[in-house]
């Protein structure tokens, strides 16, 4: 199910814990997976459970939670707003309507083109740079106001 590599990286997370305590490892261990294959198929949510000695539903309740897990298909860039109260404050409302209506699609929907997913997303732990979002997971935005969301859409085109 998944390449030798990703076995590998997992094993190396799954070291950092007590043998008896390697279900510790499967927010890792699922990151991995969504990596190589785009998003957490039913299946892959199963082998990292497997593989992790754990039930299938344990696994999924994790997958199922955090909003950086895909169960679905996304798109090449998935924008997460952050709505969370300090966000929703400053704006962070407003920047999911401004690119709702600048992407033509509503949350947890992809463009036509499949380049963008636009999430809704919880506290992203930088208050304090409201409104936030995040750009696949792995890059976070910060001041998100109207001007900056053009800059980050052009510069991702």
């Known amino acids: 199910m998944l390449t030798t590599e990703s076995l590998k ?3 190396r997370e799954i070291a950092k814990y007590p043998a008896e305590q390697k279900q510790s490892a499967v927010m890792a261990a699922l990151a991995i997976a969504q990596e190589e294959q785009g998003r957490l198929s039913n299946e892959a949510i199963e082998f990292v459970a497997d593989y992790l000695g754990m039930a299938p539903m344990a696994a999924y309740e994790v997958a199922s939670f955090y909003s950086m897990y895909d169960l679905a298909a996304v798109g090449k860039y998935k924008l997460t707003v952050c709505t969370n109260l300090p966000c929703m404050l400053s704006g962070g409302v407003d920047a999911g309507e401004y690119l709702k209506n600048k992407l033509g699609v509503g949350f947890n929907e992809t463009t036509a083109d499949g380049k963008f997913t636009l999430k809704e ?6 208050c304090g740079d409201a409104p ?5 997971n792995r890059r976070m935005c910060s001041y998100m106001q109207p001007e900056q969301i053009d800059k980050l859409l052009a510069e991702l085109e």
Request: aromatic share 0%; with cysteine.
């Open 132 to 136: 936030v979002m995040l750009v696949n």
């Open 121 to 126: 997303g919880e506290c992203m732990g930088a």
């Open 9 to 11: 990286r997992i094993d």
